[in-house]
Structure formats: structure tokens, C-alpha cells
């Protein structure tokens, strides 16, 4: 009894010590088991086998490969090189790497588990390359993700950043098994989906942008580009949920259509819709259909963020006031819950999807059934826990340390900065510091989806200032998101973050080294109007 315990803890202390020794794993994130079998396989074989069902996987294998120099060719032969095969395991998006001397077989639960072990294949196999080596490590990888969402949220309405980006972004996120791409579609600046049922939300509420409201050249998705992208995310298993937000930061829609505005502040005009009109509801749901029916995500991102900061401009709306009286409702605070529980009512209903929305919904007492919520307000902890106290499922997006438009090095200065830098490591050790902090009972770290990195782009307005700013830190978020506590070891990342700097440095994409943070200066951050716009520096 007593040796075993001996060994429990001893096991408990080293094993992640032995565990990257036992296989040499290069790839991000950190898989769930690793360990060696005997031999080597020889690099250069180039034939796959898949079934019909894996005919994307085996494309995506087939592409990894010619991107390493080979010329891959692909067929049914059971003794290939590759060989994928789908079910036999597990769990969702869970998969086997084994490497044999004479073939490596992939076998995941479903698509995706496939899609994700061709990811860890090609990342030891852009190692050896690079050092050209002509031998693999034979071993054996059994991985699952920690959480089912592993998101990124790219803000591209107060800067537009354009279709080539944007697939650039979902190549990389599926690189580290990342799957939703959240994408911020509306706010005060711009408009930029196109809805054919009202085309001046486009072509009117496209026009400007953060740093340039007056600038009068259009930017925005035509419906034809949202398909095409919706498509190339899918393939390579991520999935992209649109943001209307609403009833703030509802500025580029109201610019097209004034009738449904419920006014704003001096600083920021035509803020909110107008919640004491019924056709304001008409016009929303008809856009939440339509855009429904362009994504087809089984989510819907309301918004429903800082709406208090601007609700007072409803105190001089006869329509409101008629509705606080009808509805008996004695404040802004409450419109606003009556707003949003009725346009979560409308999505449902018409279109059968689940509402996401920032975390103020709580207060609106949204379906638990059908409401996710996403926990922004870093500084509000009693949010994340009442929220799961409720019953809610939410999605971890906390200021710090996941808004990416937050400072991380003290040479940096155009950014976010409250109360410190928010470094790569802080990302990393999110959220296993903070549920100790927190005292999250454990039976409510099931409500939790996953977490997500968010790119803000005031400050923001060059592809090259998206990739200093997300890079690498979102590696570090996709490793928290897939990998299992056990295995994580900042040290070791760090090791094999040396792949993807070399891989980034083929892509031409401008990261910020965090090796070396001379090494690369910071891209300028975006002026207003001509006034510059530094560091929002809060204690
Ligand atoms: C937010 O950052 N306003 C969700």
C-alpha cells in the first residue's frame, strides 16, 4: 500500500518531467499522452489512404504535406504512408497518432479528431523538416480538447481588414486546433455584412471607420464573401458565429436607418436602438433571419454590452415611456432586459439558434436554454460566478487576459494598459490561476464552454499591427483551451513555440517576439481624426 502511494505521488510530482522526454512533442497545443515506441520512420514516403467521408481531411494532409516540399498522392491503398480512419474512439474531436517505422495511422472520433492529428502530424513533421531530418520519432498520441469552445474574435468593425486576412487568421487558428471564430460585425464605426433586405446598412453604415469616421469609401462583407469564408472555416473545422450588437453600439446601423434610433450621448449620437418601437424589433428580427440564414452556426451573438452607458437618452422618448408603462417596467435598466429577452425570444423562435451575449445579460434574466454568456468583465469575478451559480453556460473571455488589443510589453504604446501588461504567460496560465483564486466549485467548471481571445481593433487598423497583437499569444490561449492542466508547463511551450516562430516567419507574419521584444518594433497604432490616441493607461 505504502509503495504505491510512494509512487501515486511521486508519479503526480515528475511525470511531467518524463513526459517530454518519453516523446519529443514540437506541436501546440500540448497533447494529453505521448510516449515513444521503438524505431523511426522514414520522412519522404508520400502516399494517403482515406475513405470517402475523410476526403477533406485527406486534401488537408495532402496541402500540409506539399507545403513541406512533397509531392503527396492520395488513394485507398490500406498500406500507405498515411493512413486516416474515423470512429473507434472516444469523445468528440478526440484522435490517435500513432507513428509506426513503416506508416503513420490517424484515427479520430469524428472529422474533426482526424483534422486535429493531420495538425500534430504536420507540426513534428515542419520540425524535422526544417532541421531536415530524415526521420520521425515513432510514438504514439492520445489527445482530446480540454474544452469544446477554443475561440477567436476578431473586431472588424472599427477597422476592416478584408477577406485575405481573414483566411489567413482561420489558417492559423486550425493550425492550433482552434474552432470558432467570432466576428464582430456592427458596432459605432461601421457596418460590414451586407443584408439584401436593407442595403444601406452597407452601403451607408459601411462607409468610416474607427480612426477615419469621415473617410467616405465602403467597406464591408457582400453576402457572396461570407459564404466563401463560412466555407473555408468549415473545412477546416471552425465554425463562425456573427455579431449584431445590439441595443448599443448600434451607431453605423442607425446611420443608415435614423427611424429606428433610440438616440446616444453628445460623444456618442444614435448609440442605441429604439426599444419602444415595435417596428425597430421588425427590422432587427428580419436582419437576424437573414444573416441566420447565411451562417449556419447553431449560435447568434446579440451583443448586449454597455447599453447603461448610453440608455439615458431613452428618458425622452414618448414610445419608451408608454412601454415602461405597459410593460411595467420602472427603469432603463429593465427596457434593456425587455429588449434583449425579447430579441433572444425572436432569434429562437425564427431561427431556432442559441443567443450568446456579453455578460450584462445576466442581468436580464435571458433562457438559460438557450442564452450563452460570455464573461468579459475581468474585474467583475461575481458576474462569472453568478452566472454559473444560475445554471448558464459561459464562455471565458476576461479583459485580462484575453483582449489582445491590451498592452503586453512596456516598449509598447498604443493599447490598453489597466493595472498592468498582459504578457503572453498570463494568457497561458488562464484559467487554472484564476479558478483558484475564485473558488469555482468544480461541479460549475462544467457550465464552462471554453474561452476565448478577442482582437478590439480601435487601436488597431493595419494587418500587420492584427498579426503583432495576436501573435503569439494566441498560441498560448489555443494551448489552454485544448490542454488538460496535468500537461501544461510554460517552460516547454516555450520550447516548442520556437516551431511557430519559424513557421510564422514563412507566413511573413509580423508576431511579436516575445524572445526578444527589441527585436521587432511595435506597428503604430491608428490616430483619430488626426489626433493621436495612445495608451489608455488605467492603475
Ligand atoms: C466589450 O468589450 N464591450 C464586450
Known amino acids: 500500500m505504502q509503495i504505491s502511494y510512494v509512487w501515486a505521488v511521486c508519479s503526480a510530482l515528475f511525470l511531467p518531467l518524463f513526459y517530454a522526454e518519453a516523446?519529443?512533442?514540437?506541436?501546440?497545443?500540448?497533447?494529453?499522452?505521448?510516449?515513444?515506441?521503438?524505431?523511426?520512420?522514414?520522412?519522404?514516403?508520400?502516399?494517403?489512404?482515406?475513405?470517402?467521408?475523410?476526403?477533406?481531411?485527406?486534401?488537408?494532409?495532402?496541402?500540409?504535406?506539399?507545403?513541406?516540399?512533397?509531392?503527396?498522392?492520395?488513394?485507398?491503398?490500406v498500406s500507405a504512408a498515411f493512413v486516416l480512419k474515423l470512429g473507434g474512439i472516444e469523445g468528440s474531436e478526440a484522435y490517435k497518432l500513432i507513428i509506426n517505422p513503416n506508416q503513420i495511422i490517424i484515427q479520430g472520433s469524428d472529422k474533426a479528431g482526424v483534422f486535429y492529428g493531420i495538425q500534430t502530424l504536420l507540426q513534428q513533421l515542419f520540425h524535422a523538416c526544417r532541421l531536415q531530418e530524415t526521420t520521425l520519432e515513432c510514438g504514439i498520441i492520445e489527445d482530446a480538447p480540454r474544452y469544446p469552445w477554443r475561440g477567436f474574435m476578431?473586431?472588424?468593425?472599427?477597422?476592416?481588414?478584408?477577406?485575405?486576412?481573414?483566411?489567413?487568421?482561420?489558417?492559423?487558428?486550425?493550425?492550433?486546433?482552434?474552432?470558432?471564430?467570432?466576428?464582430?460585425?456592427?458596432?459605432?464605426?461601421?457596418?460590414?455584412?451586407?443584408?439584401?433586405?436593407?442595403?444601406?446598412?452597407?452601403?451607408?453604415?459601411?462607409?468610416?471607420?474607427?480612426?477615419?469616421?469621415?473617410?467616405?469609401?465602403?467597406?464591408?462583407?457582400?453576402?457572396?464573401?461570407i459564404k466563401e469564408i463560412i466555407q473555408y472555416a468549415a473545412s477546416r473545422h471552425i465554425e463562425i458565429i456573427p455579431e449584431i450588437d445590439m441595443p448599443g453600439h448600434a451607431t453605423a446601423a442607425n446611420r443608415a436607418y435614423p427611424e429606428y434610433s433610440g438616440g446616444g450621448t453628445p460623444d456618442h449620437p444614435h448609440y442605441t436602438f429604439n426599444p419602444g418601437k415595435e417596428k425597430t424589433y421588425e427590422f432587427l428580427t428580419r436582419i437576424l433571419e437573414e444573416t441566420s440564414q447565411l451562417f449556419?452556426?447553431?449560435?447568434?451573438?446579440?451583443?448586449?454590452?454597455?447599453?447603461?452607458?448610453?440608455?439615458?437618452?431613452?428618458?425622452?422618448?414618448?414610445e419608451v415611456q408608454q412601454l415602461k408603462e405597459r410593460e411595467n417596467l420602472k427603469s432603463n435598466k429593465e427596457v434593456e432586459g425587455y429588449f434583449v429577452r425579447k430579441m433572444i425570444r425572436q432569434l429562437h423562435e425564427k431561427t431556432g439558434k442559441i443567443a450568446i451575449g456579453w455578460d450584462e445579460m445576466l442581468d436580464a434574466q435571458v433562457p438559460k436554454d438557450h442564452t450563452i454568456l460570455m464573461w468579459w468583465r475581468h474585474d467583475r469575478v461575481p458576474v462569472l460566478k453568478e452566472a454559473l451559480a444560475q445554471g448558464y453556460r459561459v464562455v471565458m473571455c476576461p479583459r485580462r487576459p484575453l483582449y489582445f488589443d491590451f498592452l503586453q510589453h512596456k516598449s509598447h504604446k498604443w493599447g490598453r494598459v489597466w493595472g498592468g501588461f498582459c504578457p503572453i504567460q498570463d494568457v497561458y496560465e488562464f484559467p487554472d490561476k484564476g479558478f483558484a483564486l475564485w473558488n469555482i466549485p468544480t461541479e460549475q467548471q462544467t457550465q464552462i464552454m471554453?474561452?476565448?481571445a478577442n482582437l478590439w481593433t480601435e487601436r488597431i487598423s493595419t494587418p500587420q499591427r492584427v498579426d503583432f497583437m495576436t501573435w503569439p499569444r494566441l498560441c498560448a490561449a489555443a494551448e489552454s483551451a485544448w490542454s488538460i492542466p496535468s500537461v501544461k508547463n510554460f517552460d516547454d511551450f516555450s520550447r516548442r513555440l520556437e516551431e511557430a516562430y519559424v513557421f510564422f516567419d514563412q507566413q511573413e507574419i509580423y508576431y511579436f517576439d516575445t524572445r526578444d521584444p527589441e527585436r521587432r518594433k511595435e506597428p503604430a497604432g491608428c490616430e483619430k481624426n488626426g489626433n493621436p490616441m495612445p495608451m489608455d493607461y488605467r492603475d
Open 296 to 318: 449556419p452556426s447553431a449560435y447568434f451573438h446579440l451583443g448586449g454590452d454597455e447599453v447603461a452607458f448610453a440608455s439615458k437618452s431613452w428618458d425622452s422618448l414618448p
Open 450 to 452: 471554453g474561452l476565448q
Open 23 to 77: 516523446f519529443e512533442n514540437f506541436s501546440i497545443p500540448q497533447p494529453r499522452s505521448a510516449s515513444s515506441l521503438p524505431g523511426e520512420f522514414t520522412i519522404g514516403k508520400t502516399d494517403i489512404s482515406a475513405p470517402d467521408s475523410l476526403d477533406n481531411e485527406a486534401h488537408h494532409l495532402a496541402n500540409g504535406l506539399k507545403a513541406l516540399g512533397f509531392t503527396p498522392q492520395p488513394g485507398r491503398a
Open 154 to 225: 476578431l473586431d472588424e468593425a472599427r477597422h476592416f481588414f478584408g477577406k485575405e486576412k481573414v483566411l489567413q487568421i482561420l489558417d492559423n487558428m486550425a493550425r492550433f486546433k482552434l474552432n470558432k471564430f467570432h466576428w464582430h460585425l456592427t458596432d459605432e464605426p461601421g457596418w460590414r455584412l451586407e443584408i439584401k433586405q436593407f442595403p444601406k446598412l452597407a452601403s451607408v453604415g459601411g462607409k468610416g471607420s474607427w480612426s477615419q469616421p469621415n473617410d467616405p469609401s465602403c467597406r464591408f462583407y457582400t453576402q457572396d464573401e
